[in-house]
């Protein structure tokens, strides 16, 4: 697969075939693709908690917010639920600040997922106090972002954004998800 190929895979999938696990190989490559990415001022600031037992996934299921745009969806169902997750956690020992590292580790997991078959989607809208008591996360890590992994189970298409400027996903009446992008021109300044 190449890049373009990676780029245009690269969706936010929310339904998963729950039944097929990601090996516990894969998913130390992925953290290990966070780890040689860029990191702000080279600090490495953050570390990752990787689950892929049930168990473990069972408890950090019910902490996440799946789509903010489809309010009468609770998240996917059982059997549809992510195989894996990838939390990832800043270490405030090591430093405070965190933000850019989160986003470019983030990245590198999910375009890493996508070249191993697989897909993600990044979940911000975390019940933090719960989950770190029954994870019994010591306090001096943050939670910035956990991301869901699985094979995908869902159909997601690139539409163009409509005459209204319209920037909401949406799902369709064949459950296929469809995902407004603005077009190259209009983000393309040409001059000041």
């Known amino acids: 697969m190449n ?5 245009r895979k690269n969706r936010s999938y929310r339904r998963f075939h729950e039944n097929q696990p990601i090996p516990d190989k894969v998913l130390t490559q ?3 693709y966070a780890r040689l990415s860029a990191s702000s001022g080279n600090i490495q600031g953050l570390k990752f908690f990787i689950s892929n037992k049930p168990e473990k996934n069972a408890i950090i299921f019910p902490m996440l917010k799946w789509a903010y745009y489809l309010k009468h969806w609770d998240g996917p169902s059982e059997g549809e639920r992510p195989a894996a997750y990838i939390m990832i956690l800043g270490d405030t ?8 590292d989160v ?3 983030a990245q590198s997991i999910l375009l890493g997922a996508v ?3 697989y897909g993600g989607c990044m979940i911000a809208s975390i019940d933090r106090v719960s989950l770190r008591k029954r994870l019994e996360i010591p306090e001096k ?3 910035p972002l ?3 992994l699985g094979k995908p189970a869902e159909t997601i298409v690139i539409d163009p954004v409509n005459a209204e400027g319209n920037i909401e996903y ?3 009446e064949y459950s296929v998800h469809h995902v407004p992008k603005r077009s190259l021109d209009e983000l393309i300044i040409k001059e000041f």
């Open 3 to 7: 890049f373009d190929e990676i780029i």
């Open 30 to 32: 992925l953290v290990d």
């Open 93 to 100: 020992e090591i430093h405070k600040t965190i933000d850019v």
């Open 103 to 105: 986003g470019i580790a």
């Open 115 to 117: 070249s191993h078959g």
């Open 141 to 143: 890590y943050d939670i």
């Open 146 to 148: 956990i991301i869901a």
């Open 170 to 172: 949406w799902r369709d």
